[in-house]
């Protein structure tokens, strides 16, 4: 009988541990800065590069400081269906939150989400973006709209 208290009460212990610990942390590539630029036409600027991009564009519902995006839209050729179920396929989102930090000047923080998968069947997995998805080239594309480069 004490044994199977003992053994009660690990299982107990376990399982409380599990509860316990903390969630995966994401993998966000971001970047931070401050820009000469009045936030108005930064936040303009900054949806239209998005959009140019093939992301497709949204401001939060609750804060007009953050543009969010949905996954970028890739190329949707006849073909591709069956070129990223072999081969794998890769998606990322940007959010960016502006805000003034002067009159002329507006502070922007960029964040990356990316995603790969190896074929089909697999799951989503959050990896490091490579640099042609990066947060620092989409600052640097903002910057080059905005010829602050």
């Known amino acids: 009988m004490n044994v199977m208290a003992t053994?009660?009460?690990?299982?107990?212990?376990?399982?409380?541990?599990?509860?316990?610990?903390?969630?995966?942390?994401?993998l966000v590539d971001s970047a931070d800065t401050v820009l000469a630029a009045p936030l108005d036409q930064v936040k303009a600027t900054l949806l239209s590069v998005l959009s140019a991009d093939g992301y497709p564009v949204r401001d939060s519902v609750d804060d007009d400081r953050i543009v969010m995006t949905g996954y970028r839209r890739e190329s949707e050729e006849l073909w591709d269906w069956l070129l990223k179920s072999r081969l794998g396929v890769e998606r990322s989102k940007v959010e960016a939150t502006v805000s003034p930090e002067s009159q002329d000047t507006t502070r922007l923080t960029i964040s990356v989400l990316y995603e790969t998968k190896d074929h089909l069947w697999s799951t989503w997995q959050e990896t490091t973006p490579p640099p042609h998805r990066g947060a620092a080239l989409q600052l640097r594309f903002l910057k080059k709209a905005l010829s602050l480069l």
């Open 7 to 26: 053994i009660v009460s690990l299982c107990a212990a376990l399982l409380m541990t599990g509860c316990a610990s903390s969630s995966p942390t994401r």
